[in-house]
Every structure is written in C-alpha cells, then in structure tokens.
C-alpha cells in the first residue's frame, strides 16, 4: 500500500505539474489559434490534476 510519505509526495508532484502547466498556458500568446503547444499544455495540466486528484483520494484512504 501506499504510505504517507508516497501519497504526500504524489500531492506535491502533482501541484507542481498543475502549477507550471497553467503558468506556461498564461504565457502562450494567441489563445484564439489553437495550436500544437496549447495542446501539449492543456494536457499537462489534465495529467497533473489527476495526480494531483489520486494523492488527495489516497489521503482520505485508509492505509494498513
């Protein structure tokens, strides 16, 4: 099982994924014309808030 140091560190990736996909979002310029990097980041972020999501879930778990 997962232990709390695991599920603590999957927090901490996963806010660090989140935090530096939207960042990199905010600094792309021409929102309005979809391109290939927009893409790459949207998914980034989409990743990193599942992780993010699987870490908070494992919190409320209990571990053995």
């Known amino acids: 099982m997962n232990s709390q140091k695991q599920v603590r560190r999957r927090l901490g990736i996963g806010a660090i994924v989140i ?3 939207v960042g990199n979002w905010f600094r792309l310029t ?7 990097i927009h893409i790459v980041t949207l998914i980034a972020c989409g ?6 999501l699987t870490g908070f879930v494992g919190l409320f778990r209990k571990t053995e």
């Open 19 to 21: 935090i530096a996909s």
């Open 30 to 36: 021409g929102t309005e014309n979809i391109r290939a």
């Open 47 to 52: 990743m990193g808030i599942g992780i993010f």
